[in-house]
C-alpha cells in the first residue's frame, strides 16, 4: 500500500499565483486533514473531511479552499498565494477518531515569494 | 477550542530517561496522542492514551491524567536516533489539535 500520497514535493509561486496540492490515500479512510506547519511550528488545522462530500474549516481556513468528491482525494486549493502561505503542507487521513494514528503523506514544501 | 503546552526544548544524553510533559485545555476530549517528526519528515505515530494510566510500547511510554489534564511521553535508554521533535496532541470533535512541539537532543 501506498499508504498517503501527496504531489507536489516542492513548488514556488509568485504572489497572486494559484495552485492546488494534491492528496490521496489508498486506505478507504473517511477521515483526511490538511495541516500546514511552519518553521519550527507545531501543526495547525487548515481543513477536515469526515467523508466524501464533507468537508469543514480547521483552526487556519483563510485563504484556502477544499473538496473532497471521493474517498480516496482531498486536494487543496490555494488561491491568490501569499507570502504568509508559505510553509510546509501535510495530509494525513485515519479510519477512525478514536484510538487510530493519522498517517501522514511526506508533506508539499511551498514558497511564495 | 483545544490548546496545548509542552516544553519546547529537552536535552539528554544518550542511554538516559527523559519526560516530556502535556498539559491541554479541551472540549470534548477523547484522547491523547504522541507523534515523533525528525527533521524534513512527517509526524509518525507512537502512542495513544483514552484511559488515565501508563500504556507502554517498547523504550517508549506514555501516561494521561484526564482528572489533571496532563500527559506524559517517556523515552527510556535513549539513542541519537530518538533526536527529533516531539508533539502531543489531543482528539475532540472530529479532528487532532497538536502542541507546538519539544525538540529532543540527545547529546553523547
Known amino acids: 500500500n501506498a499508504g498517503v500520497t501527496q504531489t507536489p514535493k516542492f513548488r514556488i509561486l509568485k504572489i497572486g499565483q494559484s495552485m492546488t496540492l494534491q492528496c490521496t490515500q489508498d486506505?478507504?479512510?473517511?477521515?483526511m486533514y490538511w495541516y500546514r506547519q511552519d518553521p519550527g511550528m507545531g501543526l495547525k488545522l487548515i481543513y477536515y473531511s469526515v467523508g466524501a462530500g464533507i468537508t469543514d474549516k480547521g483552526e487556519v481556513p483563510n485563504g484556502y479552499n477544499v473538496s473532497r468528491s471521493t474517498t480516496e482525494d482531498f486536494p487543496l486549493r490555494l488561491e491568490l498565494a501569499a507570502p504568509s502561505q508559505t510553509s510546509v503542507y501535510f495530509c494525513a487521513s485515519t479510519g477512525q477518531i478514536y484510538n487510530s494514528p493519522l498517517h501522514f503523506g511526506n508533506g508539499t514544501r511551498l514558497t511564495v515569494t | 477550542g483545544q490548546s496545548l503546552e509542552q516544553p519546547s526544548e529537552v536535552t539528554a544524553v544518550e542511554g538516559a530517561i527523559v519526560q516530556i510533559n502535556c498539559t491541554y485545555q479541551t472540549s470534548g476530549f477523547y484522547g491523547l496522542s504522541w507523534y515523533q517528526q525528525h527533521d524534513g519528515g512527517a509526524p509518525t505515530f507512537l502512542s495513544y492514551n483514552a484511559l488515565d494510566g501508563l500504556e507502554e510500547t517498547g523504550r517508549f511510554s506514555s501516561f494521561l491524567s484526564r482528572s489533571d489534564s496532563y500527559g506524559y511521553l517517556l523515552l527510556q535508554e535513549l539513542q541519537m536516533k530518538d533526536s527529533a521533535s516531539y508533539f502531543c496532541a489531543v482528539g475532540g470533535g472530529n479532528k487532532l489539535t497538536f502542541g507546538t512541539g519539544t525538540q529532543l537532543k540527545v547529546e553523547l
Open positions: 486506505m478507504n479512510h473517511n477521515y
